[in-house]
C-alpha cells in the first residue's frame, strides 16, 4: 500500500516526464514530423530512466550504486502500474459526453458505408491475429491463444485501450500480453502516421485525390467550441457560466463521474445476472469485463438523458475534451513507463509476426477493399480509418484534415458518425474487453469462426451497399 503523499509524488514526476517529453517533441525534428505525441514521448523518458534501461545499466556497471532501479522509487512506480485501468475510465467515459446523438437511422443513411469499412478494418484485425496465433504462434511457440486478440486491442484501441486491458492479462494469467499490447500500440501508432503520410504523398503524386487541398488554409483562431447548439441552447449555457458557483470544469467532471458510477452499475448488473445464471455452470465471462467500454455505455445514457431533458448545456463538450484528453495522457504516460522490455524481449518473433500481420491487413483493406466499399471519395475517406485503426482516433483526424482540411468530401461527418456504431463494439468497445476471456473460455477457433462470420458478413454487406449507392447515383 502507499500513501497519498505518494500519490502526490508520482503525479508531479508525471508532470515533470510530459514537461521534458514537449520540450523533446519541439527540439526533435524527427519526432514532430511522425506527430508524435508529447505523452508517448514521456512515457518512453519514464521507460529509459526506470529499472528495465537506465536500473539495467547501472546495475551491470556498478552493482551497489543507487540507479539500480532507475530514478524512481518503487513505491511511485507502484501508483503508476495502478493508473492506467483507473483513469482509461474516464477517458472512455468522455467520448460521447456533450455531443449530438443523431438517430440511428440519419446516422445509418449518412454513414453506411464508413460503418462497414470501419467493421471490416477492426474484424479482419481479428481473423489476422487469431490465424496467426493458430498456425504459427502457439504450434511453435507456445504463446497464450489470448495473444489472437492483441492487434486489434492495440491497433484499433491505441495505448488507452492497451493500457486498460492489462488487468484483464493478468487475470487470465497472460502476464506478458500486457507489455506486448503497450508495445504494439507503439508500433501501431508509428506505422500510422508514417503509413499514412506516405500513401497521402503517393495518393498527391497519382492523381487518387479527389480534393485537392489548398495551400492558403488557416484555422479558425477562435473556432465555435459548440458549433451545433440552438440559440436557446446557447442563451442557456451563456446563464449558467454567469450563475455557476463552482467552477465550470468542476461541474463537466461531475457528469464523468457520473457516466462512470452508470457504467459500473450496469457492469454490476451484467455480474448478477451471470451469477444467477449461466454462472452457475462455472462459465464466467462477466467477471473479467473492465469497467471502461461500460463507461462509455454510461455516457451515451448520460447525454441521452440531459438532451431528452433539454439541459444539455450543462455540458461543454471542449471542458469534456481537456478532461479525457488529462486522462489518456497519465494513461500513456503511466502504461508506457512501466513497461516490462524483458517480456518484449522474450517473445519478441510473436510481437514482430503480429506487428506485420496487423500492418499488412490495414494496407491491404486501404488499398485493394476502400475504392471498393467507398463509392465517393474513397481515398479521403478511408485514410482515416487506416490512421484509427493504427493508432488513435487523433490520427485518423490528422490524416484527414491532410487530405481534406476544408472537409469538401464529408469524410469528417462520416468519420464521426462512424464511431458512435463502432465505439461501443470494437476499437475498445464490449467486444474488444470481451474477447480475450471468449478466447480463454470457449478456445481459439470458435472465436476464429465467430470474427470471421462477422468479416465476411461485412464484406458482403460493404459491397452491395457501393453498388447500391452507385446505382443510385446513376439515376439520379
Known amino acids: 500500500m502507499f500513501s497519498l503523499m ?17 520540450i523533446v517533441r ?39 550504486s543507487d540507479l539500480v532501479n532507475g530514478l524512481f522509487a518503487e513505491e511511485i512506480r507502484e501508483v503508476w502500474k495502478q493508473s492506467p485501468s483507473i483513469f482509461i475510465n474516464i ?14 437511422r440519419e446516422i445509418w443513411q449518412k454513414a453506411a458505408p464508413q460503418v462497414a469499412f470501419g467493421q471490416i478494418l477492426a474484424w479482419g484485425q481479428y481473423v489476422v491475429g487469431l490465424l496467426l496465433t493458430g498456425l504459427i504462434l502457439t504450434p511453435i511457440f507456445g504463446m497464450d491463444p489470448v495473444a489472437g486478440a492483441l492487434i486489434e486491442i492495440t491497433f484499433e484501441g491505441g495505448h488507452g485501450t492497451a493500457a486498460g486491458m492489462a488487468d ?23 506505422s500510422g502516421v508514417v503509413f499514412g503520410v506516405a500513401l497521402i504523398n503517393w495518393a498527391r503524386r497519382t492523381g487518387r485525390l479527389q480534393i485537392q487541398p489548398l495551400a492558403d488554409f488557416k484555422a479558425e483562431e477562435n473556432p465555435d467550441p ?32 457520473l457516466a462512470i458510477l452508470v457504467g459500473w452499475v450496469i457492469l454490476e448488473a451484467l455480474r448478477l445476472l451471470e451469477r444467477v445464471t449461466w454462472g452457475h455452470t462455472g462459465l464466467k465471462l462477466m467477471a473479467y469485463v473492465p469497467l471502461f467500454p461500460l463507461a462509455l455505455i454510461g455516457g451515451i445514457i448520460v447525454q441521452l438523458i440531459l438532451t431528452r431533458w433539454r439541459k444539455q448545456y450543462l455540458i461543454s463538450r471542449p471542458l469534456i475534451n481537456h478532461i479525457g484528453g488529462v486522462a489518456l495522457d497519465v494513461t500513456i504516460i503511466t502504461a508506457l513507463a512501466t513497461l516490462s522490455l524483458a517480456a518484449i524481449g522474450e517473445n519478441l518473433i510473436p510481437f514482430l509476426l503480429l506487428s506485420l500481420g496487423g500492418i499488412g491487413w490495414n494496407l491491404f483493406v486501404m488499398l485493394y477493399l476502400a475504392p471498393r466499399i467507398l463509392p465517393m471519395f474513397w481515398f479521403e475517406r478511408g485514410i482515416g480509418d487506416m490512421g484509427q485503426s493504427m493508432g488513435v482516433t487523433s490520427t485518423g483526424l490528422l490524416l484527414i484534415r491532410m487530405v481534406d482540411p476544408h472537409n ?27 474477447a480475450p476471456i471468449l478466447i480463454r473460455n470457449f478456445g481459439l477457433a470458435p472465436v476464429l469462426g465467430l470474427t470471421s462470420g462477422l468479416l ?21
Open 26 to 64: 519541439q527540439r526533435w525534428a524527427l519526432m514532430a514530423s511522425l506527430y508524435m505525441p508529447s505523452s508517448v514521448i514521456a512515457g518512453i523518458l519514464g521507460l529509459l530512466l526506470g529499472p528495465g534501461v537506465l536500473g539495467a545499466i547501472a546495475s551491470h556497471i556498478a552493482p551497489d
Open 91 to 104: 477517458v472512455f467515459a468522455c467520448l460521447f459526453l456533450g455531443e449530438i446523438i443523431p438517430s440511428p
Open 456 to 476: 465476411l458478413l461485412w464484406l458482403w454487406f460493404g459491397f452491395w451497399n457501393y453498388g447500391q449507392i452507385r446505382r443510385s447515383l446513376v439515376q439520379n
Open 408 to 434: 469538401q468530401s464529408g469524410a469528417l461527418e462520416s468519420f464521426a458518425y462512424k464511431q458512435i456504431l463502432f465505439e461501443p463494439i470494437v476499437g475498445g468497445g464490449l467486444f474488444t474487453a470481451a
Open 226 to 257: 459548440h458549433p451545433h447548439d440552438d440559440v436557446e441552447t446557447r442563451r442557456r449555457r451563456q446563464q449558467l457560466l454567469r450563475e455557476l458557483l463552482i467552477d465550470p470544469l468542476s461541474l463537466n467532471f461531475c457528469f464523468v463521474g
Open 168 to 190: 484483464t492479462f493478468r487475470e487470465l494469467n497472460f502476464g506478458a500480453g500486457a507489455d506486448m499490447a503497450l508495445g504494439l500500440a507503439t508500433v501501431g501508432l508509428v
Open 6 to 22: 505518494t500519490v502526490f509524488w508520482a503525479f508531479i514526476f508525471m508532470g515533470v516526464l510530459l514537461l521534458l517529453g514537449r
